[in-house]
């Protein structure tokens, strides 16, 4: 995927003309073939370091494209609350076909919003500048290193028949099985004690689940968190099918009822997700979904070959689809000892590379 851009006709600073330079001897290899994400591709991304909440003042969207040696990186940045990633793929699909010039779009979006009735609106911030300030300036702003793990089509095919033949039933998915599989491999690398708790927090999109359910178009911000709680024995020993089926049970609680009683629950007593919850070393947290277009946004310059995330996604499980028909790409953010003891899990490694 290449292409030409103008360069800039001045720079603000010697420093900026530093990183044109720097970026024009960067080649697509230079990004995708290490075994670790190059920290450059956090440059890529604006809104570094900008929370949700500070949208009242910050931009909603940033966009920046960069020309690397040989290929172009489209970065996109989006506040959370404005959109989840159904909502935020749908935005770049629609975008790349209007760079291409069509006439109309494949889904218009639904900007309608929608509320249960008795939700007082606005929803206020459970917390004072001050406060946040204090409790930004504790957090480490460093991320940790991320590494990308390609699973094939017929891997996750295998691990899916394992998982359902495990626990003797055939509800569970190939991302639930996948998810187990990387959770396990976690846990084993971190040398959990076996009584130790443990959670795996799921990001499930209740659209769908609703009565009547979202508009299949609906633009905003409709999941909720789901977390799988046991202990690491029971996680390990219990096989593959374990994690995997108590992780079918919490995303089939998720009922019109209980999302309803949730969002009711959260507006009487508002609480927001904070970063430092990345750092909790008993909880892993999965982002994105294979499910998303990410491989049809064809901006004029051909097919793309990778996604990659920004440096706000860094301390969870990040879901893309692949680049080959139906296989799927992890990329795990956790610190450096554990992706290398993770690569040298025969367990987990059977059948994938990296």
Known sequence: MTTTLSPPTSYATTQEHSLYTLLHTISLSDILQPKYVPSIVRSFFQLNGVKNHEGTTQPLLAVQVTELLDAIFIGCTI?????????????????????????????????????????DRPIRFPFTVEKEKQHSQNLNPQPPPARIFHFTKERIAQLKWRANAE?????????????????????RCKRFNPEEEIQYA?????????VPPLADDYFGNAILGGFVTMKAG?????????????????????????????????????????????TSGNLLITSSSPRFNMYGNDFGWGKPVAVRSGCVNKGMISLFAGSVEGSIDIEVC????????????????DGISD
């Open 202 to 210: 799921l990001l499930i999109g209740v659209g769908p689940r609703m």
């Open 234 to 278: 029971e996680l390990l020993e219990g096989g593959l099918g374990k994690g995997a089926w108590e992780m079918n049970k919490v995303v089939s609680l998720h009922s019109h009822d209980m999302i309803k009683n949730s969002y009711e629950c959260w507006v009487k007593s508002s609480t927001l997700v904070s970063a430092d919850i990345l």
């Open 334 to 349: 956790l610190p450096y000892e554990i992706l290398e003891a993770m690569g040298d899990d025969p367990e987990f490694m």
């Open 167 to 187: 626990a003797s039933t055939d509800k569970i998915s190939s991302l639930q099985a996948l998810l187990s599989h990387v959770w396990r491999s976690v846990i």
């Open 79 to 119: 506040n959370h609350v404005v959109a989840d990633g159904r909502s935020f793929w749908h935005f770049v699909n629609s975008w790349a076909q209007m760079s291409r010039g069509l006439d109309k779009l494949t889904k218009l979006p639904a900007f309608d919003r929608w509320f249960f009735d008795g939700i």
